[in-house]
């Protein structure tokens, strides 16, 4: 799937910092964030991505993001 590879990639990217659904869904134009949610629950388990109630590094809002795990 080549969304999961590109929010992967993204994830990975911001490494340390965490970024949101919403702000995954901007910036990778993909539509609508219940397939983002789908998607990082998924690469959490086999890719070292958590997630976890915290600060968007991009939008600055605290809510449920993703980081790439150090």
Same mark, same amino acid.
């Given at each position: 799937?080549? *969304?999961?590879?590109?929010?992967?990639?993204?994830?990975? +990217?911001?490494?340390?910092? *965490?970024?949101?659904?919403?702000?995954?869904? @901007?910036?990778?134009?993909?539509?609508?964030?219940?397939?983002?949610?789908?998607?990082?629950?998924?690469?959490?388990?086999?890719?070292?991505? @958590? +997630? +976890?109630?915290?600060?968007?590094?991009?939008? @600055?809002? @605290?809510?449920?993001?993703?980081?790439?795990?150090?």
């Amino acid at each position: 799937m080549h *969304a999961l590879d590109n929010i992967r990639a993204l994830i990975s +990217r911001l490494q340390p910092e *965490a970024i949101c659904d919403q702000c995954i869904v @901007e910036r990778l134009g993909l539509a609508p964030d219940v397939v983002v949610e789908q998607a990082v629950r998924q690469l959490s388990g086999t890719c070292g991505i @958590e +997630r +976890r109630r915290g600060t968007c590094a991009l939008c @600055e809002s @605290e809510k449920i993001v993703s980081r790439q795990k150090s």
